[in-house]
């Protein structure tokens, strides 16, 4: 039973454009949701996280958008750079768990 | 900056060996967590551990067994390594308290022959 659902395997977008980048969930005890990014051969980094009570969080080319009735959530990167061709994963927290529910990860890549 | 740190970043074994992979990180973190990647499933979690000595099931613990005797690390056990595990593994550690970030090691791909 999948929690957190990412419908995208990849995503191919040209250099300078938009990227977005979705994630569904089906828990509504989740309280706090990340966005990892992971090269090949690397460990997933931090890129950008929002509260279950907030709706927007900005962050320089990043911004994650969060609509709770939909429990949906999403990731922009403007302008999308061919440095950002990586894995994305989506992550939540239940409340007070300390724990992280990933979804499948989805591939983008940049072309120049 | 914190550094996790994983004992190999490669290993090949054969089915039936014990396999050890070793986690290490330096920011005093109280949690640690293992996880491992196949395509198309994310990543799962394994065993996690909120203290020293304490150590709790994730959603896929079998096959494996985890030990934490010092803070600083975190080793998860294949007891007897099948085709199945296979993966790529991947060690996380955070601070107790109310964040929620975990920082990843750069993982060991375990190919089981």
């Known amino acids: 039973d999948q929690q957190v659902k990412q419908n995208s395997p990849s995503l191919s977008v040209q250099e300078g454009r938009i990227s977005i980048l979705n994630c569904d969930y089906t828990?509504?005890?989740?309280?706090?949701f990340l966005w990892y990014k992971k090269y090949p051969a690397e460990g997933p980094t931090f890129l950008i996280s929002?509260?279950?009570?907030?709706d927007k969080n900005e962050d320089g080319r990043f911004t994650v958008f969060l609509n709770k009735s939909a429990k949906h959530l999403s990731l922009h990167i403007v302008p999308s750079q061919p440095g950002d061709s990586a894995v994305y994963f989506c992550a939540a927290s239940p409340s007070n768990t300390g724990k992280l529910i990933f979804g499948q990860g989805t591939t983008l890549q940049v072309k120049p | 900056d914190v550094k996790v740190t994983q004992s190999s970043r490669y290993l090949v074994k054969r089915t039936g060996e014990k396999v050890f992979l070793e986690c290490v990180q330096d920011?005093?973190?109280?949690?640690m967590f293992w996880y491992r990647q196949d395509p198309g499933l994310g990543l799962r979690l394994i065993y996690f551990s909120y203290d020293v000595k304490m150590k709790e099931k994730g959603d896929i613990p079998e096959g494996y067994s985890v030990s934490r005797e010092k803070k600083e690390r975190f080793s998860l056990i294949l007891e007897s390594a099948s085709t199945n595990q296979t993966s790529m593994y991947l060690c996380?550690?955070?601070?107790?308290?109310?964040?929620?970030?975990?920082?990843f090691g750069p993982g060991t791909r375990l190919t089981v022959t």
């Open positions: 920011m005093d973190h109280e949690n």
């Open positions: 996380a550690s955070r601070t107790g308290g109310g964040t929620y970030e975990q920082y």
């Open positions: 828990n509504s005890m989740f309280d706090y």
């Open positions: 929002i509260s279950s009570i907030k």
